[in-house]
């Protein structure tokens, strides 16, 4: 008699950690689907646009792609996407010096600094961006033949970006 009342007990106990465990994964996925968490991940990326040039760069591209993208005829909500080459190129002045022996040419180049001791840094003369590798666009009115003739051209003209390198697609209704 004790041991079925044992077996009862025991069937109880792990149903309540079932019914328990159900309830709590509910709750993380209801949790996982809130603002809270929405607004956390916003704020992540929106501060790691602001630490990385590439990224910042990268987004005020789609910016003005979205924007010009927009104001042609035929076209609705607009989302792009930019693929970039590498990384910006940075160049530095220079000083060399060249000199003749024995018939070869040898040469020395240094950096030009500013400052001096531990507060000397290479002085920089333009900051290259990288080269657009391709331009994604998915827009309303992307499946129309004559918007999508239109907003290449368009943007292979604003961008110098090769009519091949550069997709139109038609948005979700």
Sequence with gaps: MEETKKTKTSFWRRKWVLILGALCGVALMLLGNS????KKREKTATELT???PLLVYASELE???ETLCARVD????????VSL???????????????EREGTIERQEQYVTVGSGSNAQPLLLTRLPPAIEGIGVVCRGGANASVRREIT???SAAFSVGSNKIYVAEAKP
Excluded: C, H, Q, W
């Design 35 to 38: 603002d809270i968490v929405t």
């Design 63 to 65: 910016r003005k792609i």
């Design 50 to 52: 602001e630490s990385d």
């Design 153 to 155: 051209a368009l943007l």
């Design 74 to 81: 035929g076209v609705g909500e607009v989302r792009a996407v």
């Design 85 to 99: 080459s590498g990384d910006f190129t940075y160049i530095y002045a220079s000083d060399s010096e060249s000199a």
